[in-house]
């Protein structure tokens, strides 16, 4: 899980490398940069609504 405020950034340390993710849950979508690295390495890209709730209701 990342907030769009973390894309394009580079981190003091990796976490794990994009063919290590299965899915990514953000607010945002990310750039197109990311998007197409994303997609290489069979990322599933879940953007969540601001009108979501944690437990499906509004």
Request: proline share 5%; net charge negative; aromatic share 6%.
């Amino acid at each position: 899980m990342a907030d769009a405020s973390k894309f394009g950034f580079n981190a003091f340390a990796q976490v794990a490398p994009l063919n290590a993710v299965d899915i990514l849950v953000t607010d945002s979508d990310p750039p197109a940069d990311l998007l197409q690295a994303l997609s290489q390495a069979n990322v599933e890209i879940i953007v969540a609504s601001q009108n979501s709730t944690a437990n499906g209701r509004e």
